[in-house]
Structures are given as structure tokens and as C-alpha cells.
RNA sequence: GCCCCGAUAGCUCAGCUGGAUAGAGCAAUUGACUUCUAAUCAAUAGGUCGCAGGUUCGAAUCCUGCUCGGGGUGCCA
């Protein structure tokens, strides 16, 4: 049962005898802006008064003459220019409230018209280590499949894995050249973790002293107009001069950029050059950069070495990667990787073809669209296939196999126009009924404002932000409660130091760049995951000092009272959790249900400052909260649940 | 050059399908622990919502221009 639902179907019947079409109207109702004009208020009078030549207080009146509300509507008042407000009955509010705690979804209806939605998530490239790109993908994507899914929609979690590229004719070639036997004996996965970066190591050593050269010359070149600039005298024209200062502040800026770039190219190079081991084998394997390109094709091309290696090291590299999802408790439906569609590339470009969307150009296959500059190659002058080839493959298998009704593509915003070609391209292949949607999300960004990065420029590694949260966590749980046993300690630093990690993820606007610190994750207070776990914590306090029996509870609701204002506001937050999901489904946004969640722990933090469970003045009151306390408890783990994040007893 | 995104309190960020005095947390100041966990609560202070126009009964939100920042931009993913 949800409240703003009922609202809008007891207005939508009347507002249609004044509109064709009332959706508009309809949006239009929603929470009150401030409790003191109720709970909720129907803005559409203004806008109809427009329309039909009225007064605006006029349609209000009308319409509140109309709509049938007495039965769980207190008071609906007119206000101001024409605003409805409306109050809930406590009433009403109660039945909904036993209504929660009898059932074990805690009342929250199912979509009428349940859909199929692929959401692709996480998408790691096997073989390479995961890093701090990651977690944002991996933690929203299985946060809104988990929200789909208790709201009713099949969702199918699939993790597009890249295990078809160069990385592995990296390893391959390092396999067949650098190989520690018996360290591949007894940890494989460790020593192919250790191929890929020394192969890798040689190959930007290569790149980086190929590249030198011409890095340096254009430095100089740079060096040399922005000197010119300078000594320009300045003309007097206002305009111009602030033209001129413009110039010469961009050039600096590309100046900087190019030294950093040169930097970090020495840096690979000298590393090499000062460690004898490196630099002889750099001597020795000089045309590596060519070489592990090759065993990549020979790969693609169904060699039977390359190909037995591939499958060989595939489940090494999986069971890597499936160490963090288990730390992470992710799971997924479906792991169909980019080898998955190899067989199906040539057909896609030749049905592309057949049908006559393609045009040859500098020898590549493209895709032309309109509103695109740059067609939309799918495949290379070599004949080789790119990764749109294969996305428009992984598209026709969702729609054709799951029969999706909506693709969700929780993917780095760097790639939306990458992803508004495919979905055109997909459009004119034949499969734009289903709802294709680029779930984007901003850059995780360090203290310095800049991309999250070590202090030798690499991106951080997934596996040491996990151990730094929990390790922070730990020491904070010390602190805070030196009581406890340390194994327990450490159970409630796992829970609290992955929870706060994902927690500041999913709490902001997925499309924001946010900036990463563990600080302010694992902070205390605040919008955090440990506060709503602590306020969960609390309540489990209440229910172990009461001795309740919280089956008892649910099974046999009593009846509830409000002796406080404050006992009315949480029961109306606590009805509102399915308002929450499905603002989260509009626009696949995590930080509607964290916003959610963080307001009715601050609401409980106030009922717990201000209504004593134990001490209430009547059996009866002391029912009643206990049963408010008990769905508070279980909204917050409903609700942390669905964000991948979890609960503790006692912290 | 072209395309996309952003600019909200000292800091980190919500709010953006137009709604009533613009919110939260942190930091600052002040009060509340013999009490169901103070990992808390209450209070004070803090704003030209980048700038300038426009649409509207009403604009942080929509439109146009500008400034500043970030990202992308035919054979990588």
C-alpha cells in the first residue's frame, strides 16, 4: 500500500473530466514540502486555472469537492494559490503499519506489469587487476537490480567480462617466455598476476622510449609559441589582449600537462633501464609490443596453443576476481563475457550489411548516423571486430534470448556517446522496442580533486581500498567499544568498513564526480552507512533490553498510538519506503534510497531521544513502540539490504 | 573546431519531469549522558543557487548568451 499511489488514483478519475491526459496533473501530487502544510499537496489547480479560464482557488475547490479522500484523508486544504494539502488519517496510517508488520515484504505492493531488464554491471577485464574504477559500476549496478527485483521486475544481472583482449596475449606471451614453473605450480593465479604486469612493465618501456622523442619535441615546440606569446607586445584592443592572456593561460596549461606526461613516460623508462634483470630482458624482447599483439590475434584466430593457454588461464583469472565480488557479496545471473559473442561478429556486420546500413570507408565497415559526426566503426580495415561489434551482439542476444524489455548499461559516463551511437545503431538494426539506457556515473576523484590515482600516477587497486576501509573500521570499533571480544571487532569492521565504502558510492547522484575519503565514509555521524547500521543497532538494543519477542510482535499487532508527534512522523516515514524505491526506478538512482534511509534513522534517533521504549507510560504505548521500533528496524535492513550493505545486532 | 556534463553555505554534497521562507552532513559556537548504545539529540550561525537576459501566477530547476572547470571526439575499451 502506498499513500502518494492511492492520492493519485483518487484524482486521476476526476482530473480526466477536465483533461485528456492527467499524467501530467498527476506528477504534480507529491510529499508535502514542509510538514506544516501535511503530508502531501496537489499542485495542479494552478496550471488548470490557466486552462480553463478559473481562478486557481476555484479548480481547488472543485476538485477537493470531487475526489472521494474521506476515508483516509484527515483534512484537505486549500492554501496560498491553489495548493491542495492533504493530511493522512492516523487511522489510515495504522492499518498500513499493521498491514507491514504482518507481511514480510513490509507491504510494499509488486509492479502491476513486471518487466525483463538485462542490467550489465561491473564489466571487469579479466587478467588485470580491478581498481577504484570499478566499485561504482559493481556496487550501483547491484543496487538497482536489487531494487527491480523486490519491486517485482525480473532483473538479470550480467557481468560483460573482458576476457577476449590484449591482456591476454600479454599473458600468453608471458607464459610462454617469463614462466616461474613452480610458482605457476602452486599459486597460478598470483604468478599469471605477475605476467601480466612484468610483460606489461616491458611494454610501456617500449612505448614510453618510442614515444620520448616526439613527447620532448612538441614540449619544446609548445615552449617556443607560448615564448613567441609573451613577448607579444600588448595591441590595446581590450578584446584582443584578453584573447591574447587567454592563449597564453591554455598553452601554460598544455605546457604542465605535456612535462607531467613526460615525467611519468621517465619514470616507466628509468625503472626498466635501473634494474639490471628489466633492462636485459627489455634487450631481448625489443619487438615485445608487436609480439603479444600477435598472440592476441593468433587467439582470436583459433590457434590451438593460444587457444588451450586462453582456457587454460580463464578460470585462474576468474576465481581472482570472484575473491573481490565475495568480499564485496556480489553476485551475479549470468557472467557471458566478450568471448561469449566471438562467433556471432561476423554475422552481426554482414546482417548490417544485408540490410543495407553500412558504408565502406578508408577500408573500415561504418555505420552512418544522423547527429554524429564520426560513423560508428564496426569493423576495421583488418578485418578485425571493435568492441561495438561486439556490444551490437550482446544486445541482440539480451533481446532475443532473455527477451528483454530494457537493457541497463551501468557504465563510466566517459562512454555516453559510445553508447548513444550503439543504441542508434541498435534502433535501426531492428531492436528499439526495448528500453536501452546508459546508466552513467561520474569519476571517483582524490583529495586533490583530480582522478583517484597512487602517488606514482597508477590507478588504486580494489583489493587495497577494501583492506584500508576495513582496517580503518577496525581501528574505529576499537575505539569506540573496547568491550567487545576482537573477533567481534573485526566481524563489525567488515560489515561497517565495505558498508561505508559502498554507502558513499550509492549516496551520491550517480552522474556527480565525488571524491573519495575514507574519512568521511566511516565517519561516525553524518549521511553514512554506519549511522543508519548504528541506528539499526539501537533499535536491536530496545528489543534485547524489552525482551521482546518480535515474532510475536508481527504475528499479533496491537493497536498502535501516536502520544508524540514524533511517533506520528517516523509511521508516516515508515510507510513511505516504497515511495523511496520507486523514485530510485525513475531514473535508476541508488541516492533516493539512501536520502530515504538516512531520514528515517535521523526521525528514529529523534523518537529514541524523546519516547522511552522500556519507561512508557502504558503497556500499551510500550507495544505500540516496540512495534514502530521493530519496523524501523526491519525498513532499514530492508532498505540497507537492497543497497548491498549490512546489518549488525549490537556495534 | 564540434559534442556532452558540471558550477548551490568555509568544505563534501543533496535538491533539477517548475511550486510555498533553498536542504543535509562536516567544520564553528552553545546546551543535554545516575537513562532502551552520547557511534546520539537539541539550538545558533553560515547563501547574489557562476554571470546576464528571457518564459511563467511562481525559476536553483525550463530557454538563450557569456565566464570558468571536466570529459569525449573513425579504426583502444
Redesign the pocket.
Known amino acids: 500500500m502506498n499513500a502518494l499511489s492511492e492520492i493519485k488514483s483518487r484524482f486521476s478519475s476526476v482530473l480526466s473530466e477536465f483533461v485528456d491526459d492527467p499524467t ?1 496533473l498527476l ?2 501530487i ?1 510529499p ?3 510538514p ?3 503530508d502531501y ?1 496537489a ?5 488548470m ?2 486552462r480553463l479560464g478559473k481562478s ?1 482557488r476555484e479548480i481547488a475547490a472543485e476538485l477537493v469537492n470531487r475526489v472521494s479522500l474521506d476515508d483516509f484523508c484527515e483534512t484537505v486544504e486549500i ?7 492533504l493530511t493522512l488519517k492516523d487511522d489510515w496510517i495504522k492499518q498500513i503499519l499493521t498491514a507491514a508488520l504482518l507481511d514480510d515484504r513490509l507491504a510494499i505492493a509488486k509492479v502491476a506489469n513486471p518487466k525483463t531488464f538485462v542490467v550489465d554491471y561491473s564489466s571487469p ?1 579479466v587478467a588485470k587487476p580491478m581498481h577504484v574504477g570499478h566499485i561504482r559500476s559493481t556496487v550501483i549496478g547491484d543496487a538497482i537490480s536489487n531494487v527491480l527485483r523486490f519491486v517485482g521486475h525480473d532483473a538479470i544481472s550480467d557481468n560483460h567480462l ?1 576476457d577476449w ?2 591482456q591476454f596475449g600479454m599473458i600468453i606471451y608471458g607464459y610462454k617466455h617469463f614462466l616461474d614453473r613452480e610458482a605457476y605450480r602452486t599459486a597460478p593465479v598470483t604468478e599469471l598476476g605477475r605476467l601480466y604486469k612484468h610483460v606489461r612493465k616491458l611494454i610501456d618501456y617500449h612505448a614510453a622510449v618510442a614515444q620520448l622523442p616526439e613527447a620532448e619535441a612538441k614540449l619544446a615546440e609548445l615552449k617556443t609559441t607560448l615564448a613567441e606569446l609573451v613577448s607579444r607586445e600588448p595591441s590595446g584592443d581590450k578584446k584582443e589582449d584578453k584573447q591574447h592572456n ?1 592563449q597564453i ?2 598553452l601554460s ?1 598544455k605546457i604542465a600537462e605535456h612535462a607531467e606526461r613526460i615525467e611519468s613516460l621517465m619514470d616507466k623508462v628509468n625503472e626498466v633501464k635501473n634494474t639490471p634483470d628489466l633492462k636485459s630482458q627489455s634487450e631481448r624482447h625489443s619487438g615485445i609490443n608487436q609480439a603479444v599483439l600477435l598472440e592476441t590475434a593468433a587467439l582470436h584466430e583459433g590457434d590451438e596453443t593460444n587457444k588451450k593457454l586462453w582456457e587454460e588461464f580463464l578460470p585462474y583469472c576468474r576465481q581472482d576476481i570472484q575473491k573481490m565480488y565475495e568480499r564485496l557479496g556480489i553476485k551475479f545471473d549470468y557472467e557471458l563475457g ?1 568471448s561469449f559473442y566471438h562467433e556471432e561478429l561476423a554475422n552481426v556486420v554482414s546482417d548490417l550489411e544485408a540490410k543495407g546500413f553500412t558504408k565502406e ?4 565497415i ?1 555505420v ?1 548516423l544522423d547527429h554524429h ?3 560508428m ?1 564496426i ?4 578485418g ?5 561489434t ?1 556490444d551490437l551482439a550482446t544486445i541482440k542476444y539480451r533481446i532475443d534470448h532473455f527477451n528483454a524489455d530494457a537493457c541497463l548499461y551501468v557504465v ?7 553508447f548513444e551511437k550503439l543504441f542508434d545503431v541498435a534502433k535501426l538494426w531492428g531492436y528499439g522496442d526495448a528500453e536501452l539506457t546508459h546508466v552513467a556515473f ?2 571517483v ?1 582524490g583529495p586533490d ?3 583517484y590515482k597512487t602517488r606514482s600516477g597508477d590507478t588504486v587497486g580494489l583489493a587495497g581500498l577494501l583492506d584500508e576501509a576495513e582496517s580503518r573500521a577496525l581501528e ?2 576499537r575505539n ?2 573496547p568491550d567487545l571480544p576482537d573477533q567481534r571487532h573485526k566481524e ?1 569492521a567488515t560489515v ?1 568498513g565495505i558498508g561505508g565504502l559502498k554507502y558513499a558510492d550509492l ?9 573519495f ?1 575514507y574519512d ?1 565514509m566511516l ?6 552507512a ?2 543508519l ?3 539499526y ?2 533499535v ?3 528489543l ?3 525482551e521482546a519477542d518480535v515474532e510475536a510482535i508481527r504475528a499479533n499487532p496491537s493497536a498502535f498510538e501516536f502520544e508524540l508527534d514524533i511517533e506520528r512522523q517516523l509511521a508516516v516515514k515508515l510507510i513511505r519506503f516504497g515511495e523511496a524505491l520507486d ?1 530510485v526506478l ?1 531514473e535508476y ?1 541508488p ?2 534510497l539512501c ?1 530515504y534511509l ?1 531520514e528515517l ?2 526521525l528514529f ?11 512508557a507510560g502504558s503497556e500499551s504505548l510500550k507495544t505500540s ?1 516496540l512495534q514502530l521500533c521493530v519496523l524501523t528496524a526491519r525498513t532499514i535492513k530492508t532498505g540497507l539490504g537492497l543497497l548491498g550493505i549490512g546489518v ?4
Request: proline share 4%.
Open positions: 501530467e506528477n504534480m507529491r508535502a514540502g514542509d506544516k502544510f501535511g499537496q499542485n495542479c489547480a494552478m496550471p486555472g490557466k486557481p492554501a496560498g494559490p491553489g495548493f491542495i494539502n577485464n573482458g583482449g590484449t587567454k593561460k591554455l596549461d566478450e570507408s578508408d577500408g573500415a561504418c552512418f559526426d564520426a560513423p566503426i569493423q576495421k580495415r583488418d578485425a571486430y571493435l568492441y561495438a561486439t563510466d559516463h566517459r562512454q555516453s556517446e559510445h561520474g569519476t576523484m580533486g583530480k582522478p574505529i570499533t569506540q567499544n563489525i561497517i549516496s551520491h547522484n550517480r552522474g556527480s564526480d565525488y571524491e575519503n568521511k565517519a561516525l555521524r553524518g549521511n553514512t554506519t549511522y547500521q548504528y541506528s543497532a539501537r536491536q538494543g530496545i534485547r533490553k524489552t523514485e525513475v538512482k541516492n533516493f536520502n538516512f534513522s535521523q534517533a529523534q523518537f529514541f531521544d524523546q519516547c522511552s521504549v522500556k519507561d513502540r549488525l545486532d549490537q556495534m
